[in-house]
């Protein structure tokens, strides 16, 4: 995350659009959803589950959702080393508004099929 955007959202006062700024993105809730699913989860486990992501978008969401104190990672000596992410304490607040989004996307999902039909 760039400097710039670190001021910008400094200066954010409304805290629903606070909150959107730190999650905001098409790969975040994603990461999200799959480390609280099982936690904890390595690179490639993340990287095999959330279809289309790269490598690359996968580290530098990864280190964003670090620097912002909602995920941790834990690094092993193996070759070729391991990396491992969990929710920080913090993160773990996400988890009750992530199973309400979960929620409403089946309700949302289901309400959409059956207007279809």
């Known amino acids: 995350m760039s400097v710039n955007k670190i001021k910008e959202r400094e200066k954010i ?12 993105g098409k790969w975040k809730l994603r990461i999200l959803h799959a480390i609280i699913k099982q936690s904890p989860k390595r690179f490639k486990e993340l990287e095999r589950e959330i279809s289309g992501i790269t490598p690359t978008m996968l580290t530098a969401q990864l280190r964003e959702l670090e620097r912002d104190g909602i995920i941790e ?3 092993f000596a193996t070759v070729p ?3 491992e992410y969990r ?8 988890a009750p508004m992530m ?11 289901a309400r959409n099929a059956s207007q279809n039909a």
């Open 73 to 75: 990672r834990e690094i």
């Open 87 to 94: 929710l920080t304490a913090f993160g773990k607040t996400t």
């Open 13 to 24: 006062s409304c805290p629903v659009e606070y909150a959107v700024s730190v999650l905001s």
């Open 81 to 83: 080393p391991t990396v």
């Open 99 to 109: 199973n309400e989004i979960k929620n409403w996307g089946l309700l949302l999902k």
